[in-house]
């Protein structure tokens, strides 16, 4: 059972549609939380940073929240736009004895189409 | 600009070859990793390196190896120890602390097996 799970695990829209995509995840202690965008064949680039005493965060069209007491984070995007398709993951990074550990989820595939 | 560079973006290695990943960047970054991306997996880490001449095994480190001799490069080779290569490799970076700040990812090379 992955320590970092995404859902849904694809996901079709059409353009100018809004979307949330879910994160959940069971590893602590809890240091912050992120959600990166994958374009295919590209590295991930980041989206949002949260930490504990965060609920929300907006880069733009996106809006990312956490409940750190349910372990649970979501992506809103409004109005989505064709360049929106693409990979989202959500990164929990956790405390460790030997620093901070980042662990992935294995991603929404997102496509937004005509 | 500054960003992080990986270089070639395709390689196609022939059984019981070493080759190399190239992994450069001009961000003035202490810290550098290595990951590993396979269909319907997160990210995984093979090697880390937070100091010039120091580098740590992350999760996945068997068949693997690097070298930090500049600030600035951070090689990943993939020996013919490593079974199964074929995957995306990604480098990244931070300023410095895994996981306090934010990871700069490069665009990723894909090796394929032959």
């Known amino acids: 059972k992955n320590q970092v799970e995404q859902s849904p695990q694809s996901l079709i829209i059409l353009e100018g549609k809004n979307c949330t995509l879910q994160?959940?995840?069971?590893?602590?202690?809890?240091?912050?939380l992120r959600w990166y965008k994958q374009d295919t064949g590209r590295g991930p680039v980041s989206l949002t940073i949260?930490?504990?005493?965060?609920n929300t965060k907006s880069n733009g069209r996106y809006t990312a929240t956490l409940d750190a007491d349910t372990k649970q984070s979501s992506l809103h995007i409004t109005a989505s736009q064709l360049s929106d398709s693409a990979s989202y993951i959500c990164?929990?990074?956790?405390?460790?004895?030997?620093?901070?550990?980042?662990?992935f989820g294995t991603g929404t595939q997102l496509k937004v189409e005509l | 600009d500054g960003g992080i560079t990986q270089s070639p973006k395709y390689l196609f290695r022939k059984e019981g070859q070493n080759v190399t990943l190239s992994c450069e960047q001009n961000l003035n970054h202490d810290a550098m990793y290595w990951y590993r991306q396979d269909p319907g997996q997160g990210l995984r880490l093979i090697y880390y390196s937070q100091i010039v001449n120091d580098f740590q095994k992350g999760d996945i480190a068997e068949g693997y190896s690097v070298s930090r001799e500049k600030k600035e490069s951070f090689p990943l080779t993939v020996t013919s120890a490593q079974k199964n290569p074929t995957a995306f490799y990604l480098c990244a970076s931070t300023r410095g602390g895994q996981g306090r700040y934010g990871y700069t990812f490069g665009s990723g090379t894909r090796l394929t097996v032959v």
């Open positions: 994160c959940n995840y069971t590893v602590s202690p809890f240091s912050n």
């Open positions: 990164v929990v990074v956790i405390l460790t004895g030997g620093g901070n550990k980042l662990t």
């Open positions: 949260m930490t504990f005493s965060e």
